[in-house]
C-alpha cells in the first residue's frame, strides 16, 4: 500500500536551516509529481510549500518561499525533500507530504518543525 514517511523535524532558531524528507513507497514513485504542505498551529487549512513534478525536471512554489526553500526528489530511494534556508518563526507548522494517485490523496503523518529563540 502507499505510505508516506517523513522525518528531519525539529526546533531551529530563527535564520536557520533543516532538511525534511519523505520516504515513499506503494506506488511508482518517478511516475507521479509530489507536493510538501504546512499546516500552522490553529490553522484547519494545509498550505502548499512546494511542488516537484515527476521527473523532477519543474519546481514550484508561493512566493513567500521563494528563494528560501528547495524540493528534490531522489528517484534512487524513492524520497522527496524539502530543503529549508533562513527558517522564520511564521514558517513553524506541521509539514506533511502528498502524492496525488489517480483522483486519491494520499498523506504522510506529518513532522514538526518549529522555529523559535
Known amino acids: 500500500q502507499v505510505q508516506l514517511v517523513e522525518s528531519g523535524g525539529g526546533l531551529v532558531q530563527p535564520g536557520g536551516s533543516l532538511r525534511l524528507s519523505c520516504a515513499a513507497s506503494?506506488?511508482?514513485?518517478?511516475?507521479?509529481?509530489m507536493r510538501w504542505y504546512g499546516q500552522a498551529p490553529g490553522r484547519k487549512e494545509r498550505e502548499m510549500v512546494a511542488?516537484?513534478?515527476?521527473?523532477?525536471?519543474?519546481?514550484n512554489y508561493p512566493d513567500s518561499m521563494k528563494g528560501r526553500f528547495t524540493i528534490s526528489k531522489d528517484h534512487t530511494k524513492t524520497t522527496v525533500y524539502l530543503k529549508m534556508n533562513n527558517l522564520k518563526p511564521k514558517d513553524t507548522a506541521v509539514y506533511y507530504c502528498k502524492v496525488r494517485l489517480n483522483t486519491r490523496d494520499y498523506w504522510g503523518q506529518g513532522t514538526q518543525v518549529t522555529v523559535s529563540s
Open positions: 511542488l516537484i513534478t515527476a521527473d523532477g525536471g519543474s519546481t
Open positions: 506503494g506506488f511508482t514513485f518517478s511516475s507521479y509529481a
